[in-house]
């Protein structure tokens, strides 16, 4: 479910994608792929609050993860910017 879901987020589906997150979290909550991926398409729809929700959440369950520190730093600057 996920891996459908990251094929759409990579051809800039992301609202499509969203759905197969949230399916593979109702099935195992504590997916860092998963929270990672659906606050990656939420970020790119401009849910700066929704986005920052996941990736803290994936964070979390995976504090030494440099991508996710590294993609909510981006999101502070540009929450900073909006």
Not at 20 to 34: E, G, H, R, S
Not at 56 to 63: M, S, T, V
């Amino acid at each position: 479910m996920s891996n459908k879901g990251w094929a759409l987020l990579e051809l800039g589906n992301y609202t499509q994608a969203i759905p197969y997150f949230n399916k593979a979290l109702q099935i195992d909550p504590t997916l860092v792929d998963a929270l990672n991926f659906k606050g990656q398409a939420l970020y790119k729809l401009g849910n700066y609050t929704g986005a920052q929700y996941y990736l803290n959440k994936a964070l979390e369950i995976d504090p030494k993860n440099l991508l996710l520190n590294k993609y909510l730093q981006k999101l502070a600057l540009n929450k900073t910017f909006t």
